[in-house]
């Protein structure tokens, strides 16, 4: 029932941006936070941020802080991710993630995410 389509990957060159979207479906989007993680080869899927149901809350993790925003527009039931000042380090797969619960703040970890999007690969040149 619940879908996550996202959009915006790419290939840049080092300190290019780019801006992930991940539109979702099936439910009331805005009652729930919603996470961003990427995989790299041969790695562990990790957080890279994620945001409350309002907006009111965002975590980031240490490599991407000050680099990357999370941010959500809740009337197109879409959440963003502005990516800036790219390294090739932050090449991945890049997915969105929804909780199956409401009013829960962002986890940090997979498993507390049951929904998840595609992926968007994400390439980042030296």
Same mark, same amino acid.
């Given at each position: 029932?619940?879908?996550?389509?996202?959009?915006?990957?790419?290939? %840049? @060159?080092?300190? /290019?941006?780019?801006?992930?979207? =991940?539109?979702?479906?099936?439910?009331?989007?805005?009652?729930?936070?919603?996470?961003?993680?990427?995989?790299?080869?041969?790695? +562990? @899927? +990790?957080? %890279?941020?994620?945001?409350?149901?309002?907006?009111?809350?965002?975590?980031?993790?240490?490599?991407?802080?000050? @680099?990357?925003?999370?941010? @959500?527009?809740?009337?197109?039931?879409? %959440?963003?991710?502005?990516?800036?000042?790219?390294?090739? /380090?932050?090449?991945? %797969?890049?997915? =969105?993630?929804?909780?199956?619960?409401?009013?829960?703040?962002?986890?940090?970890?997979?498993? /507390?995410?049951?929904?998840?999007?595609?992926?968007?690969?994400?390439?980042?040149?030296?």
């Amino acid at each position: 029932q619940v879908q996550l389509v996202e959009s915006g990957g790419g290939l %840049v @060159r080092a300190g /290019e941006s780019l801006r992930l979207s =991940c539109a979702a479906s099936g439910r009331t989007f805005s009652y729930y936070s919603m996470g961003w993680f990427r995989q790299a080869p041969g790695k +562990e @899927r +990790e957080f %890279v941020a994620g945001i409350s149901w309002s907006g009111g809350t965002t975590y980031y993790a240490d490599s991407v802080k000050g @680099r990357f925003t999370i941010s @959500r527009d809740n009337a197109k039931d879409t %959440v963003f991710l502005q990516m800036n000042s790219l390294k090739p /380090e932050d090449t991945a %797969v890049y997915y =969105c993630a929804g909780p199956g619960t409401p009013w829960k703040l962002p986890g940090l970890v997979p498993k /507390e995410y049951d929904y998840w999007g595609q992926g968007t690969q994400v390439t980042v040149s030296s």
